[in-house]
């Protein structure tokens, strides 16, 4: 048994190659469309569908090399000559849907593994490798580009293998040749060589429809994903806001997962010098709607956790302390309809009426009432860690 191929046979290597691709792929799909439908309406079974998500992606990866090595062995073997040459169309468009295959799985597992590289959070990879991609940034935008090419190239698969599997059942039920035997067993059959042109138009056809749905999924409304830099009160306070952020870091199934607030507005009044030992008061109102956290914005703004429907902003209101490092803005927080008491320590630096303020905190998501069914921190942790930076200028 020969493993590489003849102009009329398939080699052992390229039909093992064949199948397992052919498994591999089958399966991370069927494992992409049931989790869809799965619910995630509790801790459990959000731990469930992250668990299905996770055998997906996983499964995906393997996939992505198995065919890229498939492939490769291609472009070395002989292809099999077509058992009927004189039908050219369908010979031509055969061999059209053989390469367009190919194509779509490199192109759907990777566009899958660029869309989880570029966001935290959600259904982790189980390779020791694969969470993070080389020159992929974590980013809003390129998630939702490769999560539209994903889904594009994914029904372009599926019709490139439904029309695969019909083809090899028109010949083994109506031609009744050998085109399926030569994949199954290694049969020998045929004459001459198979033409190779239509790789170039299946490569061509999948880079236009890429890069439409690279165009659709990032043109027209980046500036609204886009962080939202703070504008401060014209009046309000002796300090204006020039720029800053607020964020913060909770961990989902063991991972860490950072999301942005890039939303919010702050009124400070703020003197070296205290008085009745209070050095100022700041007020922070944080549009919570404009809020990301990785693979799971839609799940966090949910009622569950911050249900921004119903409770779309949030208050920091603190009087502004010396500490015995720096300085800590203590006050409440109101969110989600609770008003806790929160203490953000925070180190200053003030230069020409410029001051830098660098602050961190952390707070217990149970204390919001937040994720009342995520009773344990299997799922989802208790400690939420914020930090804030911001740059203000007092105007001379």
Do not use: C
Not at 37 to 56: E, F, R
Not at 196 to 207: K, M, S
Not at 218 to 225: F, K, L, N, S, V
Not at 273 to 297: E, M, Q, R, W, Y
């Amino acid at each position: 048994m020969s493993t590489r191929n003849t102009p009329q046979s398939y080699g052992s290597a390229a039909r093992l190659l064949h199948w397992l691709t052919a498994a591999l792929i089958l399966t991370a799909i069927g494992l992409g469309l049931y989790a869809e439908d799965m619910p995630a309406d509790t801790s459990a079974a959000v731990a469930a569908k992250a668990l299905v998500y996770s055998l997906h992606k996983t499964l995906g990866i393997a996939a992505f090399f198995t065919a890229l090595a498939r492939i490769l062995w291609a472009l070395t073997q002989p292809h099999p000559a077509p058992l009927h040459p004189e039908r050219r169309l369908e010979t031509w468009v055969a061999t059209l849907i053989h390469w367009s295959l190919y194509v779509a799985m490199i192109a759907m597992p990777l566009s899958g593994w660029v869309h989880h590289a570029a966001l935290d959070g959600f259904a982790p990879i189980f390779w020791p490798f694969g969470q993070g991609l080389p020159f992929v940034p974590k980013s809003q935008g390129v998630a939702e580009a490769a999560g539209a090419l994903h889904g594009l190239f994914s029904k372009l698969l599926i019709g490139s293998v439904l029309l695969h599997v019909a083809g090899a059942l028109k010949h083994a039920l109506i031609d009744r040749d050998h085109t399926l035997s030569r994949m199954l067993r290694g049969t020998s059959a045929g004459k001459g060589s198979a033409p190779r042109a239509p790789a170039f138009a299946a490569g061509l056809v999948y880079a236009a429809v890429g890069t439409l749905a690279l165009i659709f999924a990032t043109g027209g409304d980046e500036p609204a994903r886009a962080a939202i830099a703070p504008t401060p009160a014209a009046t309000a306070g002796n300090w204006q806001v020039q720029s800053g952020s607020l964020g913060f870091t909770v961990r989902q199934m063991g991972a860490e997962v950072s999301g942005q607030l890039p939303d919010w507005h702050a009124t400070i009044t703020f003197d070296e010098t205290p008085v009745n030992g209070v050095n100022g008061h700041v007020t922070v109102a944080i549009d919570l709607t404009k809020l990301t956290l990785g693979s799971v914005t839609d799940q966090a703004k949910g009622p569950e956790f911050f249900d921004t429907a119903t409770h779309p902003t949030a208050t920091f209101d603190a009087d502004i302390l010396p500490a015995d490092t720096g300085y800590e803005a203590k006050g409440t927080l109101t969110l989600r309809g609770a008003t806790v008491p929160v203490t953000l320590p925070f180190t200053l630096t003030t230069a020409d009426n410029t001051a830098t303020m660098t602050g961190a905190t952390t707070l217990d998501r149970r204390a919001f009432g937040m994720g009342a069914s995520y009773g344990d921190e299997a799922t989802v942790g208790f400690a939420v860690e914020v930090t804030a930076t911001l740059t203000a200028r007092r105007p001379e």
